[in-house]
């Protein structure tokens, strides 16, 4: 099995953050604004990616396996690029002085792809976009979302 | 074994971005800027990081165990953190249309810990600031880098 992990600090109270992973509204601050559904234990939660030009690229769908208030989230995907089904996605949170730090884990990729390495690096664009939408009000979520390979203007790409 | 693994696309020349990452000067553009030594294979890189006041908060020192050119770099850490400590950073280089596809790896970290998912998302930042090196000239090597967390701003650090 291979992991992807990151961490990151976020300087805000560890209330502010839950509430950016764990609402439907939160989660369209900062990974698509095209996310709907219903953000609670059993529910299901659905993200679609567009391309700057309009087109979609890309989607998934999700379970949310647990809420823990100002501790976990934890979404087990459904739906989506047949790499990500099955694979779950873990954020641990913890205050560690005026810091909120967030441990993101998405796990169980049955295998190495280079689609994981183009995850990775979107994955941490993203935790920077949580970290932006929480310090200063305004994330990157798609469309308006760092762009970091060919990948990222194509149906080719996963999100 | 614990792998960090990260993909980007940089609209460049391959050879643009191999002059990156096989040159003193280009490490010090993206990662940086107290990098020193001779980058020639069998040779040794020492590499520093100051917090945004200046202290001095870590550093490592590599081997360049190959340069094949417009194609892979590879380095191995002989000193620094001791969980990196013969570990590998290996770029592979490719060509796609209009870009230079980098496929980043740090590989070979004996477990995961917390620090893995701090380097993860610190090298993606260090990724995205090759890419801005390459493209735009300006990179954001440190003390300039992206500060992810805590760790970023205290001796705890390790970059």
């Known amino acids: ?3 992807i992990d990151h961490r990151v600090g976020i300087k805000a109270p560890i209330s502010k953050v839950y509430a950016a992973l764990s609402t439907v509204e939160g989660v369209a601050g900062w990974w698509t604004k095209k996310t709907t559904g219903v953000s609670k234990s059993g529910g299901n939660i ?5 391309s700057p030009s309009g087109k979609e690229i890309g989607g998934m769908n999700f379970e949310v396996m647990g809420l823990d208030p100002n501790k976990k989230v934890h979404w087990r995907f459904r739906l989506g690029p047949k790499e990500w089904i099955g694979t779950d996605v873990i954020f641990n949170l913890s205050q560690i002085g005026d810091y909120t730090i967030v441990l993101f884990s ?7 792809v280079e689609c ?6 979107k994955w941490a664009t993203f935790m920077l976009s949580l970290k932006e939408l929480v310090e ?19 149906s080719g790409a996963s999100f």
Chains 1, 2 share one sequence.
Not at 106 to 112: D, I
Not at 116 to 121: D, E, K, L, Q, Y
Request: include cysteine; charge should be negative.
């Open 46 to 50: 659905d993200v679609r990616f567009n």
């Open 136 to 154: 200063t009000g305004i994330g990157k979520p798609s469309p308006n979302d760092v762009k970091i390979d060919n990948w990222n203007w194509t």
């Open 106 to 112: 998405h796990k169980n990729w049955c295998e190495f």
């Open 1 to 3: 099995m291979v992991d």
């Open 116 to 121: 994981t390495a183009h995850c990775s690096m």
